[in-house]
């Protein structure tokens, strides 16, 4: 019995990937200025690695990066040496 194999599945649509782009959005804004950007785009780098099947690391590094810039900018801010905030 010679029984043919179903053919593969179709890969995912590429049209609307854009896990690399809320990932690299994610580490520079995470980085520079604003934590809670990092944040939001490292989820969202996360969310369409899931959908399309990519590695989701680029969203892990958004995100860890974004909580390291907010607890770095409480402890500058708290210890009075925040550059951008004056007494």
Do not use: E, H
């Not at 043919?4 to 049209?15: E, Q, R, S, T, V």
């Not at 995470?30 to 680029?58: E, H």
């Not at 860890?64 to 402890?75: H, K, L, R």
């Amino acid at each position: 019995m010679n029984t043919a194999y179903p053919p593969p599945p179709p890969p995912p649509a590429a049209g609307r990937d854009r896990t690399t782009l809320w990932g690299v959005l994610g580490i520079i804004l995470g980085l520079l200025c604003c934590g809670i950007l990092g944040i939001i785009f490292g989820y969202l780098s996360i969310r369409d690695a899931k959908r399309y099947g990519q590695s989701p690391v680029l969203g892990y590094l958004a995100i860890a990066f974004g909580v390291i810039n907010i607890i770095g900018s409480g402890i500058l801010w708290a210890g009075g040496n925040y550059p951008l905030y004056n007494d």
